[in-house]
């Protein structure tokens, strides 16, 4: 009798020794799995630089004459695993002022997010969508239902070149709110 006890304990110490080592091997094989796929969870999944990107020459951009649209190509994007060189993330529209202030706007209207083009007839920029307007100075004009103007980028020139600070912002609110 002594002998069977002997030999159910042992058996209840193997098979709890194999399912411990078992679990040990499962879970040191399947955490690095978990990190691995739950790597963009909780990190920004697209990732656009935060330095200047450089759009074209100054020399490029006449004074005076009509607003230029522009795209802006990154140097590199990052959507979660994977890392893309040479990416259009959007485009602006540009123009040189009298006293050669140069100025940006994007070119998506801040309504529902539709490209805004510009009126050589109206002398304006215009988003096909809804009808919205906007003044030369990005500030909306009466009629559409866009709820704020045109969103402006930070422009810097530097050694001759004109580069943009690309921001995108939530559309559809009256406020400029990064996105």
Same mark, same amino acid.
């Given at each position: 009798?002594?002998? &069977?006890?002997?030999d159910? *304990?042992r058996?209840?110490?193997?098979?709890?020794a194999?399912?411990?080592? +078992?679990?040990?091997? +499962?879970?040191v094989?399947?955490?690095?799995?978990?990190?691995?796929?739950?790597?963009?969870v @909780?990190?920004?999944?697209?990732?656009?630089?935060?330095?200047?990107?450089?759009?074209?020459a100054?020399?490029?951009?006449?004074?005076?004459?009509?607003?230029?649209?522009?795209?802006?190509?990154? =140097? @590199?994007?990052?959507?979660?695993?994977?890392?893309?060189? =040479?990416?259009?993330?959007? $485009?602006?529209?540009?123009?040189?002022?009298?006293? +050669?202030?140069?100025? *940006?706007?994007?070119?998506?209207?801040?309504?529902?997010?539709?490209?805004? $083009?510009?009126?050589?007839? =109206?002398?304006?920029?215009?988003? !096909?969508?809804?009808?919205?307007?906007?003044?030369?100075?990005? &500030?909306?004009?009466?009629?559409? !239902?866009?709820?704020?103007?045109?969103?402006?980028l &930070?422009?810097?020139?530097?050694? @001759?070149?004109?580069?943009?600070?690309?921001?995108?912002?939530? =559309?559809?609110?009256?406020?400029?709110?990064?996105?």
């Amino acid at each position: 009798m002594a002998e &069977k006890k002997t030999d159910d *304990a042992r058996r209840r110490f193997m098979k709890r020794a194999t399912f411990g080592i +078992g679990g040990i091997m +499962g879970a040191v094989t399947a955490i690095p799995l978990v990190k691995y796929f739950l790597h963009p969870v @909780g990190s920004p999944v697209v990732s656009t630089p935060d330095a200047p990107i450089d759009i074209a020459a100054e020399s490029d951009i006449v004074a005076g004459a009509a607003p230029v649209r522009l795209p802006i190509i990154a =140097n @590199g994007v990052r959507d979660a695993w994977n890392r893309a060189d =040479n990416v259009a993330v959007g $485009s602006c529209w540009v123009s040189k002022s009298e006293t +050669g202030e140069i100025t *940006a706007f994007t070119s998506v209207c801040p309504h529902l997010g539709c490209s805004v $083009s510009y009126s050589d007839k =109206n002398e304006d920029f215009r988003c !096909p969508c809804h009808n919205s307007a906007f003044a030369l100075d990005g &500030k909306k004009k009466d009629n559409g !239902p866009a709820k704020r103007g045109l969103d402006p980028l &930070k422009v810097t020139v530097e050694e @001759g070149r004109v580069k943009v600070t690309y921001q995108r912002f939530r =559309n559809d609110i009256s406020e400029r709110e990064p996105v």
